[in-house]
Nanobody, 116 residues
């Protein structure tokens, strides 16, 4: 069964850091472009970042450039999102998926709340 499990979210103060993890089971992540997505209350799903399967090249939405870093550890079949200098507007449920997303493998996500 194909499954993605996100973890690492929590409550963090503005300016703080978190590292999110996306662990896959049932398939090998390094064959796919993997993205992090987020959904804030009352807002649409938003693509945050992605990392390619072959070159490891990365891309970010403008609002997180210079603050977030996506990486992958193929040996652990895991993709990470390092979030630094977080802002209140980063508050959302964060999900990982292939990019473009496969509808059947959305996980439960991990809640990130940025608040003082």
């Amino acid at each position: 069964q194909l499954q993605l499990v996100e973890s690492g979210g929590g409550l963090v103060q503005p300016g703080g850091s978190l590292r999110l993890s996306c662990a896959a089971s049932g398939f090998t992540l390094d064959y796919y472009v993997i993205g992090w997505f987020r959904q804030a209350p009352g807002k649409e799903h938003e693509g945050v970042s992605c990392v390619s399967s072959s070159t490891g090249s990365t891309d970010y939405v403008d609002s997180v450039k210079g603050r977030f870093t996506i990486s992958r550890d193929n040996a652990k079949n895991t993709v990470y999102l390092q979030m630094d200098d977080v802002r209140t507007e980063d508050t959302a449920v964060y999900y990982c998926n292939t990019n473009p997303p496969l509808p059947t493998i959305w996980g439960q996500g991990t809640q990130v709340t940025v608040s003082s």
